[in-house]
């Protein structure tokens, strides 16, 4: 086999591998009745995925998510929650991706700048949908509401983000799964 179908079938077993992560995630989190869902535990696996496999593969993963748990358990409710969350957690998998991909340098300090781009890609394109959805003004979406979905409401999630997703890129940057350069050069 040629190494280009071993690199995509990899990528493609990876790929299953964050969505079902995705998917059994937040039944982990959601034991944990204060701040279950404020760990926002179905961006982890997306974001990993656009960062392993590539923009292609984190953006199908992140619009595929919540689509595929909200049919098989109801839970993010289709609409609004779940159709939103699959253009967000898409635009994460893609924006990471493709960033982290095109990077002059992949080391930690790329890692970050690409993770808060598409941070705040996801949550921007998040709130468009939902007033899309939802209409705005007083009986619709509001900016309140952004706010506090997109980042008041968040806070943990973000966090516990900034945290994992560097933490597990230089586990897998130590198995060399992923290229990621951890020692600074001498000049």
């Known amino acids: 086999m040629s ?11 990876l790929s299953a591998m964050f969505l079902a992560l995705g998917i059994v995630l ?13 760990l926002l535990p179905m961006h982890i696996p997306v974001m990993l995925c656009g960062l392993v496999c590539g923009w292609q593969y984190g953006l199908l993963i992140g ?6 748990r909200s049919a098989l358990f109801g839970m993010p409710v289709m609409f609004p929650s779940a159709i939103g969350m699959a253009f967000e957690l898409a635009t994460y998998g893609f924006v990471i991706g493709y960033l982290f991909s095109h990077a002059k340098w ?14 705040i890609c996801g949550r921007v394109v ?3 949908v939902q007033a899309c959805l939802l209409g705005l003004g007083e009986n619709g979406f509001t ?8 980042f008041l409401n968040a806070i943990p999630g973000i966090v516990l983000q900034l945290m994992l997703i560097p933490a597990v ?7 060399h799964l992923v290229h990621l350069n951890t020692k600074r050069k001498t000049e």
Do not use: D, H
């Not at 080391?107 to 598409?118: A, E, F, P, T, V």
């Not at 900016?143 to 997109?150: P, R, V, Y």
């Open 3 to 13: 190494k280009v179908k071993n690199k995509n079938l990899l990528n493609l077993v």
């Open 26 to 38: 937040p039944f982990l989190t959601g034991q944990i009745k204060e701040i279950g869902n404020m």
């Open 63 to 68: 619009a595929v998510t919540p689509i595929l």
């Open 143 to 150: 900016i309140t509401m952004f706010l506090s979905g997109a």
């Open 169 to 175: 890129m230089l586990i897998l940057g130590k198995t």
């Open 106 to 119: 992949k080391c930690i300090k790329s890692l970050y700048r690409c993770l808060l781009i598409s941070m």
């Open 126 to 128: 998040w709130g468009i």
